[in-house]
């Protein structure tokens, strides 16, 4: 079973940093790329940004040069360093990663639970 676990999620002021973590664990062989999504009330998930396992990175417009993902390969975990926070970025922010379990055939996204980040003076 593979599980993809955040934490970091809270309330911060706009101007405000905020750093999420996901942790990999359980049957995984390979991991290829992970990335951050949101999702605020009412709209679709969106993707914020993602790290190969080579480690190019993308980035959504909306927060290019604002926040920065990055990985240890060692400790299966990514990362997602916010920084200069707005009001819009608040949302449920989710972890993804396209893996290879062990005993697997194909790579396949596994989404972590969410977390939330509030933005608001």
């Known amino acids: 079973q593979v599980q993809l676990v955040e934490s970091g999620g809270g309330l911060v002021q706009p101007g405000g940093s905020l750093r999420l973590s996901c942790a990999t664990s359980?049957?995984?062989?390979?991991?290829?790329?992970m990335g951050w999504y949101r999702q605020a009330p009412g709209k679709q998930r969106d993707l914020v940004a993602t790290?190969?396992?080579?480690?190019?990175?993308n980035y959504a417009d909306s927060v290019t040069g604002r926040f920065t993902i990055c990985r240890d390969i060692a400790k299966g975990t990514v990362y997602l360093q916010m920084n200069s926070l707005k009001p819009e970025d608040a949302a449920v922010y989710y972890c993804?990663?396209?893996?290879?379990?062990?005993?697997?055939?194909?790579?396949?996204?596994?989404w972590g639970q969410g977390t939330q980040v509030t933005v608001s003076s």
């Open positions: 993804n990663g396209n893996l290879l379990p062990i005993g697997g055939s194909y790579y396949r996204d596994y």
């Open positions: 359980g049957n995984i062989f390979r991991v290829n790329a």
């Open positions: 790290v190969t396992s080579d480690g190019i990175t």
